[in-house]
């Protein structure tokens, strides 16, 4: 079946640093979607990428999606502590509304 | 956007009882579905709540452990039944507003069965 697959499953940083999450769809995705997740918190939405080879920003951070349309990378600039927490890729099964999720990367910031 | 709530936000259980858990959508919506996320696991997809229909369940999950209801478009249930050890997970409700866009989530019921 569809998978999605994320890697680093976890990344310690020290602050200032960059950082990098990649995702990896096992088909061509109609849209990536990114979530994070702060400790004991639940999944927020952060940005949805719909076209091939599409770039976004938001302040520090930079969402990519594949030419191919079945990988995408979060890359955040000069990490901050705010930061911290878990980071989710999905991507639609089908027209069903269903997210496939990947497995997350967990981001440690050290001040 | 929406706006969801859930209720317990936590619960600590005995095995062999059943937990409902509530999940409230500030507008109508389509699209309702309720997730178990293991600790510092991912999110997994228990089943897509219908609005007068049956639920549609994943893979591995059965309507006989995880009864759900949708007896309108702001409101579902999940009941974790007959529950075990292995059931203590975090319960997430979330909600799709269209069937390609971000789907919002709940705070999450953290369950911890005893």
């Known amino acids: 079946g569809q998978q999605v697959m994320q890697i680093p499953q976890y990344q310690h940083v020290q602050e200032g640093e960059d950082f990098t999450t990649y995702c990896n769809s096992s088909t061509t995705l109609s849209n990536i979607q990114w979530y994070k997740q702060r400790p004991g918190g639940h999944p927020v939405f952060l940005i949805q990428?719909?076209?091939?080879?599409e770039v976004k920003k938001q302040k520090r951070l930079t969402f990519q999606f594949g030419e191919a349309k079945k990988n995408s990378s979060l890359h955040i600039t000069a990490t901050q502590t705010t930061d911290v927490g878990t980071y989710f890729c999905a991507g639609p099964s089908g027209n069903t509304g269903k997210l496939i999720f990947g497995q997350g990367t967990t981001l440690q910031v050290k001040p | 956007s929406a706006v969801i709530s859930q209720k317990p936000s936590r619960d600590i259980c005995q095995r062999g009882t059943s937990l409902t858990i509530q999940c409230q959508v500030d507008s109508q919506v389509t699209m309702m579905f309720w997730y178990r996320q293991q600790p510092g696991q991912s999110l997994t997809l228990i089943a897509t709540?219908?609005?007068?229909?049956?639920?549609?369940?994943e893979s591995g999950f059965v309507i006989d452990k995880f009864p759900i209801s949708r007896p309108n478009l702001t409101f579902s249930t999940l009941t974790v039944s007959n529950m075990s050890p292995e059931d203590s997970s975090i319960y997430l409700c979330?909600?799709?507003?269209?069937?390609?866009?971000?789907?919002?989530f709940g705070p999450g019921t953290r369950l911890t069965v005893l």
């Open positions: 990428l719909v076209k091939s080879g």
């Open positions: 709540a219908n609005q007068g229909s049956e639920a549609t369940y």
């Open positions: 979330s909600v799709g507003l269209s069937s390609h866009n971000e789907q919002f």
